[in-house]
């Protein structure tokens, strides 16, 4: 009997399994898992280089450079640019809340008050130049609406969804508020100001946001106290 030749690669005195008739085929190794420990320093360096340069000055090159990273890694994550800059200003948002550990004073108003986190200067001024990036990233692909609405205003929603929730349940306002309606109305205001009219959101106009909108909003369909 002739003895077969290997296929290339293949150790020509290693012992094949034989297969029997019918039956399936052994299955794929799987490949690598990949690795996303790297993943917290690609998007600070897409946060920065998009701050520094715009969406359409930042490239994926200058990314991988300033993380220290092998261009192909970052595309193995993100297929696009567009992509890595929607899961950065996510995680951006993410990281300013902790919803495991939200402020609980008694009332909406504290609560809401003590989300106000001090931020210096400099941190202000590279967010707006984050999100003047994003808006550019807007205005050329805005069928990424959608993800950007999900990354920036939804975190914030979420939380005053929970605070509006304890403020029913401890009868401040009434259950027939529209709380959808009332848990966007700060995010999508403060949006609005950093990308359309790209002044910083800072504590006074929060402030504002509170007193003046959400909770005359809030109480309109309450019963209100007499003096």
Same mark, same amino acid.
């Given at each position: 009997?002739?003895?077969?030749?290997?296929?290339?690669?293949?150790?020509?005195?290693?012992?094949?399994?034989?297969?029997?008739?019918?039956?399936p085929a052994p299955?794929?190794? &799987?490949?690598?898992?990949?690795?996303?420990?790297?993943?917290?320093?690609?998007?600070?360096?897409?946060?920065?280089?998009?701050?520094?340069?715009?969406?359409?000055?930042?490239?994926?090159?200058?990314?991988?450079?300033?993380?220290?990273?092998?261009?192909?890694?970052? /595309?193995?994550?993100?297929?696009?640019?567009?992509?890595?800059?929607?899961?950065?200003?996510?995680? !951006?948002?993410?990281?300013?809340?902790?919803?495991?550990?939200l402020p609980d004073?008694?009332? &909406?108003?504290?609560?809401?008050?003590? !989300? *106000?986190?001090?931020?210096?200067?400099?941190?202000?001024?590279?967010?707006?130049?984050?999100?003047?990036?994003?808006?550019?990233?807007?205005?050329?692909?805005?069928?990424?609406?959608?993800?950007?609405?999900?990354?920036?205003?939804?975190?914030?929603?979420?939380?005053?969804?929970?605070?509006?929730?304890?403020? *029913?349940?401890?009868?401040? *306002?009434?259950?027939?508020?529209?709380?959808?309606?009332?848990?966007?109305?700060?995010?999508?205001?403060?949006? /609005?100001?950093?990308?359309?009219?790209?002044?910083?959101?800072?504590?006074?106009?929060?402030?504002?946001?509170?007193?003046?909108?959400?909770?005359?909003?809030?109480?309109?369909?309450?019963?209100?106290?007499?003096?």
């Amino acid at each position: 009997m002739t003895q077969l030749e290997a296929p290339a690669g293949v150790d020509a005195g290693a012992t094949a399994t034989p297969t029997a008739p019918g039956a399936p085929a052994p299955a794929a190794r &799987l490949g690598r898992r990949r690795d996303h420990t790297r993943d917290p320093e690609i998007l600070e360096a897409a946060l920065d280089v998009l701050a520094e340069s715009g969406f359409d000055g930042m490239t994926i090159d200058m990314v991988a450079a300033r993380a220290k990273a092998g261009k192909a890694t970052i /595309y193995r994550r993100w297929p696009s640019k567009a992509d890595l800059v929607i899961d950065a200003v996510a995680c !951006m948002k993410a990281g300013e809340l902790d919803v495991d550990r939200l402020p609980d004073t008694g009332t &909406l108003r504290g609560d809401l008050v003590a !989300m *106000i986190r001090p931020r210096t200067i400099e941190e202000g001024e590279r967010k707006l130049r984050i999100m003047a990036g994003l808006f550019g990233m807007l205005s050329s692909s805005p069928d990424l609406a959608e993800a950007a609405r999900a990354a920036i205003i939804e975190p914030r929603a979420a939380v005053n969804r929970i605070f509006l929730r304890r403020a *029913i349940d401890r009868g401040e *306002i009434s259950a027939a508020c529209d709380v959808e309606a009332l848990a966007v109305l700060t995010p999508a205001m403060a949006t /609005y100001r950093l990308l359309i009219l790209r002044k910083p959101v800072d504590a006074e106009f929060l402030l504002s946001l509170i007193d003046g909108v959400l909770l005359p909003a809030a109480l309109a369909g309450s019963q209100r106290p007499r003096a």
